[in-house]
């Protein structure tokens, strides 16, 4: 059975700094899709990024980008230029290529961001 | 992008009795709807999946009969938590799979039972 870990209940970073938050997960697919969620107060789940696990280059969008490292079974997130506003519960998440796109979850980080 | 409406976003009810919560897709199908559970500082637990014209797929440990779930057209999937009791309060999400490989979520349920 797929599991995903995250083995940060907690990150703080200081505004305008950078913070990376760790994720692993298990599986024997080959094919899948990792995820990046995240969950303010309002507890909204936003996306934040994904990749594709047959693509080699690390997925970016503005300032939050992965280092996706299929073999190893990792797949963290690097949050730059910290802002008060990505303070939130951060889920890394896998979902199986062909699936009913079910996912499987970890635990969450909350990422506190000090001003 | 898509979305998927929740509602009520919170709601309070007395012991005992039942509680509706409707999830609608606004702009696409959704041929499936996931049900999750969310305890304070957790992650999100499934509870179960519905599809559009079948029974739903209940996991392991959630009581069918307490957590009924009804996804009779392709926007709109129930959740009804019936004889509600204090240890089912707790915040409640649903999410539909789209078109591409993302999930959408609801605002989420939060259900207090007094």
């Known amino acids: 059975a797929q599991t995903v870990t995250q083995s940060q209940p907690e990150m703080s970073v200081q505004e305008a700094e950078t913070v990376t938050l760790s994720c692993t997960y298990d599986?024997?697919?080959?094919?899948?899709?990792l995820f990046w969620y995240k969950q303010p107060p309002s507890r909204q789940m936003i996306l934040v990024i994904r990749?594709?696990?047959?693509k080699q280059q690390n997925a970016t969008e503005n300032r939050f980008s992965v280092n996706f490292q299929k073999a190893a079974k990792s797949f963290s997130l690097k949050i730059s230029d910290s802002q008060l506003g990505d303070a939130a519960m951060y889920f890394c998440?896998?979902?199986?290529?062909?699936?009913?796109?079910?996912?499987?979850w970890g635990a969450g980080t909350k990422l506190i961001i000090k001003p | 992008g898509a979305v998927v409406s929740q509602h009520p976003s919170w709601v309070i009810c007395k012991s005992g009795t039942s509680v509706k919560i409707e999830c609608r897709s606004l702009?696409?199908?959704?041929?499936?709807m996931f049900w999750y559970r969310q305890f304070p500082k957790q992650s999100l637990m499934l509870m179960a999946t519905?599809?559009?014209?079948?029974?739903?797929?209940?996991e392991q440990g959630v009581e069918k009969d307490k957590f009924l779930i009804n996804h009779a057209s392709l926007t709109l999937s129930t959740l009804t938590v019936t004889s509600a009791h204090p240890e089912d309060s707790s915040f409640y999400i649903c999410?539909?799979?789209?078109?591409?490989?993302?999930?959408?979520f609801g605002q989420g349920t939060r259900l207090t039972v007094v």
């Open positions: 702009d696409f199908q959704a041929t499936t």
């Open positions: 519905s599809n559009e014209g079948s029974k739903a797929t209940y």
């Open positions: 990749q594709e696990a047959y």
């Open positions: 599986t024997s697919e080959s094919d899948y899709y």
């Open positions: 998440a896998y979902r199986i290529w062909d699936s009913n796109y079910q996912l499987i």
């Open positions: 999410s539909a799979p789209g078109l591409g490989a993302e999930a959408f």
